[in-house]
């Protein structure tokens, strides 16, 4: 089945620690997206990555870092940096390119705690 | 620069009444919105699209929208709540990136 999976589901982070969540697809989607959510927030993004080799800074980039080496595969790193990294991650995709009215496919999500 | 206002965080209606969900968009051109539907600890689900094709938009588990250029508004309504829908809905907007709003809490009464 074609699908977004992001790994680990619960995640808990020390304090000064850097985290990587995963982020894979096998929808053949170009763009992804890493979106963090908070209560009463909504969604807001991180970064995104239109195409392999290449990705941007979203909203809320500070303490946060990306990669996107491959087209199925978009990593998250939070870094020390990031003062209050607790909350709820999501990554999605979507195929783009010339059709603008195409939707965002979502994962699961990862819960990031730090203790 | 394009965005979605969601009125109203929280919205409770009784079992089998009209839900009446509220989201206005900004933007100088033609959107590309979107309805999606989270549940707890999951992440979320296309409910419908507007594609300009028609303004009334029917999506899955009886929901449907009304595209209002005049208004600026893309509600989601449906005419008979399930306690089964009880989750967040978010409204987005799409430019060269997603952008929602900050979600409605729906909430069933028996």
């Known amino acids: 089945d074609g699908g977004i999976t992001q790994s680990p589901k619960y995640l808990f982070r020390k304090e000064g620690q850097n985290v990587t969540l995963s982020c894979e697809q096998n929808l053949n989607h170009d763009a992804m997206y890493w979106y963090r959510q908070d209560p009463g927030q909504g969604l807001r993004l991180i970064y995104y990555s239109q195409i392999v080799n290449d990705f941007q800074k979203g909203d809320i980039a500070e303490g946060y870092s990306v990669s996107r080496e491959k087209k199925e595969s978009f990593p998250l790193t939070v870094t020390s940096a990031q003062k209050n990294p607790t909350a709820f991650y999501l990554c999605?995709?979507?195929?783009?390119?010339?059709?603008?009215?195409?939707?965002?496919?979502f994962g699961q999500g990862t819960r990031l705690t730090v203790v | 620069a394009q965005s979605v206002t969601q009125l109203g965080s929280h919205v409770s209606v009784s079992e089998g009444a009209l839900v009446l969900l509220r989201c206005n968009y900004s933007s100088s051109v033609p959107p590309y919105l979107f309805w999606y539907v989270q549940y707890p600890n999951q992440g979320l689900q296309l409910l419908l699209k507007?594609?300009?094709?028609?303004?009334l938009v029917k999506g899955i588990n009886g929901f449907e929208a009304e595209f209002k250029k005049s208004e600026t508004s893309f509600h989601l309504t449906k005419p008979s709540a399930h306690m089964s829908d009880a989750a967040e809905y978010f409204c987005a907007v799409f430019t060269y990136k997603y952008i929602f709003g900050t979600g409605t809490r729906l909430k069933v009464l028996a």
């Open positions: 999605a995709s979507s195929i783009h390119g010339a059709n603008l009215n195409t939707e965002a496919f």
């Open positions: 507007y594609t300009s094709a028609a303004t």
